[in-house]
């Protein structure tokens, strides 16, 4: 588990479950559907990306990769989205969403490790189909996330972001080469379980995964050539704690 050291004397007082997250992140929607699925009480710290709410001092104490979501339970500061739902499923009463199975357990693992090797592509594509219409970076306000402490990856991709150059034409050749692979090992493995990616139960693997083939919908990304993959990202988001967290949750 990614349980962080933090300093944060704001996130030390905390009782109960708090999850600080971004309404439109992907990431943050992956934790709130656990949340859901496993009917977990939480208490909402929404923090704002698009006013810089993830680059203040005492959210850098809380996260010091600047990113979003980050959850707190009694005091302890959990990181990563996929780690956070592995937490909230050992942790908390509710349906198991690992399935018992050694075999499909190992396969669930798997599958989820691989949702978190796309995070990089699906931020790509989310900047250059989605947020490029709406969201105009400048030089300067690169500049301004390097000199607050945004991590110098971040400020990297920002960067190209906002030069719309040969480099960030790269990037994003690079995650349409990456995302087309790993669908193609989503629809292997849906033609093996018939329903679920995690086995015969919808479980961690689905939960991990939603959120990156729903933002490709969102983006208008073709995935056509994934007919398993459309039917399950059909059925998934169709159930209550999909749309509790993500097409019906206002923050």
Not at 188 to 206: I, M, V, Y
């Amino acid at each position: 588990m990614a349980v962080y050291s933090s300093r944060s004397a704001e996130a030390a007082a905390l009782k109960g479950v708090h999850l600080y997250h971004f309404v439109f992140s992907n990431c943050s929607q992956r934790v709130r559907i656990a949340l859901e699925a496993k009917g977990v009480a939480w208490q909402s710290h929404h923090v704002d990306l698009a006013s810089g709410a993830h680059l203040t001092p005492g959210y850098l104490e809380i996260n010091p990769n600047a990113v979003v979501p980050s959850l707190v339970h009694d005091g302890t500061v959990i990181l990563e989205s996929n780690d956070i739902i592995a937490y909230i499923d050992a942790q908390f009463d509710g349906p198991p969403l690992m399935p018992a199975g050694a075999d499909d357990r190992e396969a669930v693992q798997k599958l989820i490790d691989l949702a978190s090797g796309a995070q990089a592509a699906i931020k790509a594509l989310s900047h250059e189909l989605l947020f490029k219409r709406v969201r105009k970076v400048s030089a300067a306000d690169v500049d301004g996330m390097a000199a607050v402490g945004a991590p110098a990856a971040l400020v990297d991709f920002m960067r190209d972001f906002s030069e719309d150059g040969a480099a960030w034409a790269e990037r994003v050749a690079r995650a349409r080469t990456d995302i087309d692979e790993r669908l193609g090992q989503l629809e292997a493995r849906l033609a093996h379980t018939g329903h679920w990616l995690s086995g015969p139960e919808f479980g961690l693997a689905d939960i991990s995964w939603v959120v990156n083939a729903f933002r490709l919908q969102q983006c208008g990304y073709d995935i056509a050539r994934y007919p398993r993959v459309i039917a399950w990202c059909r059925a998934t988001t169709a159930l209550p704690a999909f749309k509790r967290a993500v097409s019906e949750y206002k923050p």
